[in-house]
């Protein structure tokens, strides 16, 4: 089945405590982006990548990191949490850039909760 | 940076009634799109528009990418209970980057 697979789904952790969500997906995407949702906000993104080795900031890129070593997979990287981070967290893959002829998808999102 | 303007923020509704949502920004978008999310899931496309006045259906949705490329506007017919959601739209803004910009969302519930 294709799918786009985010882990955990919920993380509660202590502030500076250095954490990954991953995400991985089957679909043989070259373009793969992390977003943040929030009340009011709607999604944000925080990083995407066009293709391997090839990574790019979003609209809210300040604390986090990625990388994307293959292609399938594009870990979400906090090196320092801070509770302004508490979010819901969602990774989402396309062909090529969503938007152009192709269609995003997402994976269940990870609810990440900073104390 | 851009930014999508996307109205109602919420929507109570009988089953049965018809909905009706739009988005519009001051930046012209190349494509529009309309994205259904269910409690606990990601977004899901509804619908893609890609060329200026284009009206597109899908079952019950049908949506239009406005004429200025600077809008567009998702309806639903004869609402039933799984319509119930978040629905969001994104535009796609292509200037040096390409970018897609997400509204805040509309969050359908159905009254009992």
């Known amino acids: 089945e294709a799918q786009v697979t985010q882990n955990p789904r919920y993380l509660i952790t202590v502030t500076g405590k250095k954490l990954t969500v991953t995400c991985s997906q089957n679909m043989n995407h070259e373009y793969m982006s992390w977003y943040r949702q929030d009340p009011g906000l709607g999604l944000r993104q925080i990083y995407y990548?066009?293709?391997?080795?090839?990574?790019d900031k979003g609209d809210v890129p300040e604390g986090y990191k990625v990388s994307r070593k293959e292609k399938r997979n594009f870990p979400l990287i906090l090196e320092s949490p801070s509770p302004n981070q508490t979010s819901l967290y969602f990774c989402?893959?396309?062909?090529?850039?969503?938007?152009?002829?192709?269609?995003?998808?997402f994976g269940q999102g990870t609810r990440l909760t900073v104390v | 940076g851009q930014q999508l303007n996307q109205s109602p923020q919420s929507m109570f509704i009988q089953e049965g009634e018809d909905v009706s949502m739009n988005c519009t920004s001051s930046?012209?978008?190349?494509?529009w799109l309309w994205y259904k999310q269910d409690p606990g899931e990601g977004p899901v496309l509804l619908i893609a528009l890609y060329k200026a006045g284009e009206l597109t259906s899908n079952g019950r949705l049908t949506a239009q990418f406005g004429i200025t490329r600077k809008d567009s506007f998702l309806n639903i017919s004869a609402s039933i209970p799984s319509d119930v959601g978040i629905y969001f739209c994104a535009g796609l803004y292509v200037d040096s980057n390409y970018q897609l910009i997400w509204g805040a969302g509309t969050k359908l519930i159905i009254k009992p």
């Open positions: 990548s066009m293709n391997v080795e090839v990574t």
């Open positions: 989402a893959s396309s062909l090529s850039l969503p938007g152009a002829n192709t269609e995003a998808f």
């Open positions: 930046s012209i978008f190349n494509t």
